[in-house]
């Protein structure tokens, strides 16, 4: 009996890695200073008088340009903050606005009732938010799971009801707590000085991104992943993830109580929607946009959110809008429903976050050109 031997088919070339093509090589060579590219653009924006319209209403070195552009820098950090709770240590709280609106309300009640300056009143804020979380952790973190968001939870509903009630005359009640500018430095007050304010707002942005970096980077930071991934893997190892759970807890609260600083400075005072969950489950959204435990996601997921939920209301009451039909012109004029139908869409085609769209595209890529095999 013969043996029929199939025809030998040549296999293919293999293919070569995108890191050792010329151009790709080139590619990943500056991948790593791109992060100081967006810095140099950032430092030179108040400076341009380049006029975008429909994606600004000035130009890009107006008051109301860099007063926004200034708060989505500020969220951009929250945002970081926040990450380092959720994505990189697998902690869903839902309090965090409450250390936010501490830094904020701190700030505005020394200066504006006690009459300390403003780098006092700050250091005080920012103290103050990092031991409130640090003692409201110890409490909130005896939980896990949904028994811990439940708890943060209620601990943010209790401060939003003081502060809501204008407790011992501080807060304002309702109406809120004007800053008083009499206090401040003559470099922040007033619209020709927004630039500066700007500039703070940056800086913040780069202080919490290098904190959280170097966090995540330390033996500190790799428990901390090991957290999220198996709680019960680093207990075994004879580390406490109490006390590590309760290091991340209190060092975001401390940067989102900064991040109350510089808010307070930019809008000029403190009002009682801060401290709404609200804000806490806004924080979520922007680092799942973004990307939870990716680099740069929840900076770019904050700063983009902020944007939306600012420039949403003039796209809502514009002639464009108005002129549709009814059906269409009523949910495009509120910016919950445009901001929600963009954040499912994400989600749902990048569910990775923005951080995922270059790999994916690139992946999308090597597919392309990659020759299909013919049997």
């Not at 979380?133 to 003081?162: E, K, N, P, S, Y």
């Not at 759970?245 to 940067?255: H, I, N, Q, R, T």
């Not at 900064?258 to 709404?276: D, E, F, K, N, Q």
């Not at 269409?328 to 569910?351: C, E, H, K, M, R």
Request: hydrophobic letters at 50%; one cysteine or more; proline letters at 7%.
């Amino acid at each position: 009996m013969t043996e029929t031997k199939s025809p030998e088919v040549p296999a293919p070339p293999a293919a070569v890695p995108d890191e050792l093509t010329p151009g790709r090589r080139r590619w990943h060579g500056l991948r790593p200073y791109l992060p100081l590219v967006a810095l140099v653009v950032a430092l030179i924006l108040p400076y341009s008088t380049l006029h975008l319209p429909g994606v600004f209403e000035g130009a890009l070195n107006s008051p109301g340009t860099l007063q926004l552009l200034a708060v989505c820098l500020v969220f951009g950090g929250l945002a970081a903050g926040y990450d380092l709770l959720f994505g990189r240590t697998g902690m869903l709280s839902f309090g965090h606005a409450l250390y936010f609106a501490a830094g904020v309300y701190g700030t505005d009640i020394l200066v504006t009732k006690a009459g300390l300056p403003l780098w006092q009143a700050g250091l005080l804020a920012i103290t103050g938010g990092t031991i409130l979380a640090a003692l409201l952790g110890a409490v909130a973190l005896r939980t896990v799971g949904i028994a811990f968001a439940m708890v943060t939870l209620a601990f943010a509903q209790v401060g939003a009801i003081l502060v809501a009630r204008d407790f011992g005359g501080l807060t304002g009640g309702e109406e809120g707590l004007p800053l008083d500018v009499s206090g401040l430095p003559e470099g922040l007050v007033g619209v020709t000085n927004t630039v500066n304010l700007y500039w703070l707002a940056l800086a913040y942005l780069v202080v919490v991104v290098f904190v959280v970096h170097r966090v995540s980077g330390s033996p500190t930071g790799r428990v901390l992943a090991g957290l999220r991934d198996d709680e019960r893997r680093i207990g075994v190892l004879g580390l406490d993830p109490y006390r590590f759970k309760l290091v991340a807890f209190a060092l975001a609260g401390g940067l989102a109580a900064a991040g109350g600083v510089v808010y307070v400075l930019i809008v000029g005072g403190a009002s009682p929607h801060i401290t709404s969950s609200e804000w806490t489950l806004a924080l979520l959204v922007m680092v799942v946009l973004g990307g939870p435990g990716t680099r740069w996601g929840p900076v770019i997921g904050g700063i983009l959110y902020m944007y939306l939920d600012h420039r949403l209301v003039a796209f809502g009451t514009s002639d464009a809008v108005e002129a549709l039909p009814a059906f269409l012109s009523n949910p495009l004029s509120q910016p919950l429903f445009v901001l929600g139908t963009v954040f499912i869409l994400a989600v749902y085609f990048f569910p990775g976050g923005l951080a995922s769209l270059a790999p994916r595209l690139a992946l999308l890529r090597h597919s392309l050109r990659t020759p299909s095999r013919r049997p």
